[in-house]
């Protein structure tokens, strides 16, 4: 048994039992990963895989439990190196952020220019995708740290902490009518095309809960994966927007206004999630810290092994 037949029954899952998509991830030929399957079936005594002559189909009940165990394996083996390199370069490496547009674009510069000042010699990565993408890149290791709204609190394997709260608001153009709606409604609101997120993008879901919950059915004219593509739309007239609060920024924005609606919508929060089990470097404790000076290394490290206690 070998690190390598560990590393193509994870990537097997990974790759839905494609052989030619695991020899390209792992820059070899699709004859050696079946080599190396079949090799270790034999070492083993058992058959990992369901198969329908030479295409793998699924796990076999080993080799569900064998696939739990390489993960772990696999993940121990990267902890010892990132160990390593906490002792020996304390102050150097590489942090991965995955997260939101939004998250990148209005809620971490000031940490992330924190973070750089600190330590200069790291080099960071930040990686953008759905909330459903950065579980996963924390799930496969790609990430060290995920930041979103949605997704992070539902992963068994992922631990999260609440990053801050914020409401949704919404926007119009300059001397639109609803600017003199006081209070503002959500049945004035659906009189209006309106233009927001996608689904499964920054609180969506809860938008949607509002306006059911309230009868209504708003003509949604258009979806945008992030605010600053809300915006523009609003501006030429498309229809009223509904972002993130902090979306909006009144020196910036100056053909928009920002309506009053908290009243509206639910308090949404965005949290920060680590994979369990996973060694982070002093350094990415360091960077959740400067995001939400309450998660300090102590606080987060507690919760995890406690998290990880509660899960075994």
């Known amino acids: 048994m070998n690190f390598q037949q560990l590393r193509i029954i994870r990537e097997t899952l990974k790759r839905n039992f494609n052989l030619t998509e695991v020899a390209n991830a792992l820059y070899t030929s699709q004859s050696g990963v079946s080599k ?46 990132r160990l390593a ?30 973070f750089r000042k600190e330590f200069p010699n790291v080099h960071l990565v930040l990686q953008q995708g759905s909330p459903k993408e950065i579980a996963a890149m924390l799930n496969d290791g790609t990430a060290d740290i995920g930041i979103a709204t949605e997704a992070l609190d539902e992963a068994s394997d992922l631990v999260s902490f609440p990053y801050y709260s914020w409401h949704h608001a919404v926007i119009v153009p300059k001397g639109h009518a609803l600017e003199s709606v006081t209070p503002l409604t959500l049945e004035k609101i659906a009189e209006w095309p309106v233009v927001t997120y996608h689904e499964g993008f920054t609180g969506r879901p809860a938008i949607d809960a509002t306006f059911a919950k309230a009868g209504l059915a708003p003509d949604i004219v258009m979806v945008a994966l992030d605010a600053d593509v809300i915006k523009t739309y609003v501006e030429v007239g498309l229809g009223i927007g509904i972002v993130a609060s902090m979306a909006y920024n009144e020196e910036r924005d100056t053909d928009l206004r920002l309506l009053d609606s908290k009243h ?49």
């Open 85 to 114: 390199d906490q002792f020996a370069k304390s102050d150097r490496g590489e942090i991965t952020i995955a997260t939101t547009h939004t998250q990148a674009r209005y809620a971490l510069p000031s940490a992330i220019a924190a």
């Open 264 to 312: 509206l919508f639910p308090k949404t929060t965005s949290r920060i999630a680590l994979r369990r089990g996973r060694f982070l470097r002093g350094f990415a404790y360091r960077f959740i810290e400067l995001c939400a000076p309450d998660l300090t290394e102590k606080v987060v490290k507690a919760a995890t092994e406690a998290s990880a206690d509660a899960n075994a």
């Open 36 to 81: 190396h399957i079949k090799d270790l079936e034999d070492e083993l005594g058992v058959e990992l895989f369901v198969r329908r002559g030479k295409r793998l189909l699924g796990l076999t009940e080993p080799g569900k439990e064998l696939a739990q165990i390489v993960e772990r394996i696999l993940l121990d083996a990267a902890n010892i190196k």
